[in-house]
């Protein structure tokens, strides 16, 4: 650093080094690789039970368990902004003499000594030949600059001077994306809604926080459907919903996986399905001691008397997961069985082993005949205001890699000399600003154009 | 002839290709190098032909897909993604030299899809997530840039094996001027570069139209983003610090090992949304 700068000098100076780009990158490579190792965002058991004591203070100190919104790396990310603003400010200026010069010059001295500089001889050129050259270069090239020398006739042309803007537009992407980041983490939410089958609610949950947020508009779920392979593997699945606003019904949409419905800057999404309690089921109840079936609806809640005087069998509701001595049995049905004697004590029917409870050996048996299954579906609610600002960066980003990446500001120089017999030594040369090789294969094709003509 | 029986064709054919490459260099005999490119095109053909039939296999299975939804599935895309870029740098560059050190990456990535023995080759059906046109596009802008990396890591070896001073006997000698290695590492990065940027930006795009956030962070995303960031400092260390040489191969190198863990490691040792491929 100089000596006699200023404070706001020495920032600047800082901001605007490619040497801080490139550490803040490492930086941010690095760090990242954290996240990918380390459980993100469990809870404070998880922490415990995996890393112990003194990394979880640790975890805890440098924001670990929420690394990528943690402040050193916010940080880092806001450097890396300064930093991009600043350099390209400090080189713009010079660019844009670059790109807008007074007065498009140039040197004469340096084409003739460039090592992709190429000859070739016309024999018999006729007339117009330096002014065929001229055109050619016109169509191919651009605007071109001629001049007379002593000895020769040179020619210079140029294209793609505004591709030298390219990466400024790359480096604004970058920008447009991390505000629109910024943006939707400020005003957007991310939050989960389950819904029954026939249930309504206005309330999701935000994703991390638990809290719970008010959408605007009511969802009913009418109907859910899940369609499955032959493997057993999930197909499809999608969700009927309606949408209320002010108690009344505003439309009706089929949302699936990939097809969200987006309403009023709110995005519905389909992300996941459950069983849930079905209303009422129909089960035989056996007699076993002479085997005589009574077929019966019964409701979830509902109390029946058995055809045994004094007994009475209470549905109690639907568990998802059966426990049978270690062993998940599925999807069961559970109920209170009570005695004349009051004695009361619970069963459990699993839905896939329909006779599961002849086992037991009492006076009665259950058998599960027929039930409505029915779903819950799991919805994604999230708002995101700034989701354009991300698309456009989107956008840019790929046109400013193409531009920079692909294109590129190329001069050529073409001498012409009369040589003895009439005949012209013509040479040919360029320069440009990236991919120099590709520059040599142009100069040769040009030459084999040139000497067609 | 069905998908299978093409794929393992192209195996060996990219083997014979690989073979011929090194052949040419081992012995100095352009001819070799000739016979390889022409192998590797074949292979290619044959390699176009094998994918193509998966897909139709696959609508007749009922499934429908394009053939990107499993590993066995992308490695065998990943193949196809370096045989064409590298058919297309020899055209154009007309230095067959280099196949040598491109060709035995075409091979590698497909036998390790038909000979590892944990590698399902199954048309398996579409998880409800992947069922969405963006399918097509993402996996083919990523492999694209995957398959531009590779590539350059392929160059980058050649600055390790090039002597500073080889005398016209050696059979380094053969190899492109340093000056023309650093210009094609520069182009198969700046092409990886550009299609690793559209493949996350689709990637993103889809997310967001399939579970309501454009980045969630997971393994996949994140890796992905690193090997970005590695690649964008090869750029500024290039272009604006004027590194070259072996110091910027380093550079090259240690992203390509990023893409490869981006690639294998996230599906194998990290877990996450992408855990399918």
Known sequence: MKKNQTIPEQIWQFFCSVKLTVYTLVLLAGTSIIGTVILQNGSKQEYLRLYGDTFYNLIKIFNIDDMYHAWWFLLLLAILCINLVVCSIERLSITWKIIFPKKIKFNKERFRKLKNLQMFTVDNPGESQTDTYETFLSKTVGKVLKEETENSIVMYAEKGRWTRFGVYVIHSSILLLLIGALIGSVFGFKANLQLDEGETSDTAFMVKKRMPVNIGFSIRCNDFDVKFYDTGAPEEFKSNLTIIENGKESFTEDILVNHPLRYKGINIFQSSYGTAQPDSVIMDIIKLSDKTVTSQSIKIGQEIQLPEDQVSFKLDGFIPHFDFRGHNLGEAFVGTITQKDAKSFQIALPTKFPTFDKMRKGTFAFVIKEFEQKYYTGLQITKDPGIWYVYSGFILMIIGCWITFFMSHQSYFVEIKKGENKVLNVSISGTTNRNSQAMKLKIKKMVLKLKDK | ?277
């Open chain 2, 1 to 277: 002839m069905n998908s299978s029986l093409a794929l393992s064709s192209a195996t060996f054919i990219y083997a014979l290709a690989s073979i011929f490459y090194i052949g040419s260099f081992a012995f100095k005999k352009q001819i070799f190098a000739k016979a390889g490119l022409i192998v590797l095109i074949i292979g290619f053909l044959i390699n176009t032909l094998g994918i193509i039939l998966r897909w139709i296999e696959s609508y007749q299975m009922g499934y429908g897909h394009a053939p990107f939804a499993n590993m066995y599935e992308s490695l065998v895309f990943f193949s196809w993604t370096v045989a064409i870029l590298y058919i297309f740098v020899e055209l154009k560059y007309k230095e067959s030299i280099i196949g040598v050190f491109a060709s035995p990456l075409v091979f590698l990535a497909i036998a390790y899809a038909s000979l590892s023995p944990d590698m399902s080759s199954k048309i398996t059906p579409l998880i409800p997530a992947l069922k969405s046109n963006w399918l097509i596009a993402h996996v083919i802008t990523c492999f694209l840039g995957y398959a531009g990396f590779a590539v350059a890591f392929g160059f980058s070896i050649m600055y390790f094996v090039k002597p500073k001073n080889s005398d016209a006997t050696s059979i380094f000698a053969k190899l492109p001027s340093l000056e023309l290695i650093d210009e094609l590492t520069y182009q198969m990065v700046v092409f990886g570069f550009l299609f690793l940027t559209i493949g996350i930006i689709t990637g993103a795009v889809w997310a967001n139209s399939a579970w309501g956030t454009y980045w969630s962070w997971d393994p996949k995303e994140t890796w992905s983003l690193i090997t970005w960031f590695v690649y964008a400092i090869f750029m500024h260390l290039r272009m604006m610090k004027g590194w070259y040489g072996k110091n910027l191969a380093w550079v090259s190198i240690l992203g390509f090992l990023a893409v490869m863990f981006t690639y294998f490691g996230v599906n194998y040792v990290l877990s996450g949304l992408h855990s399918y491929a």
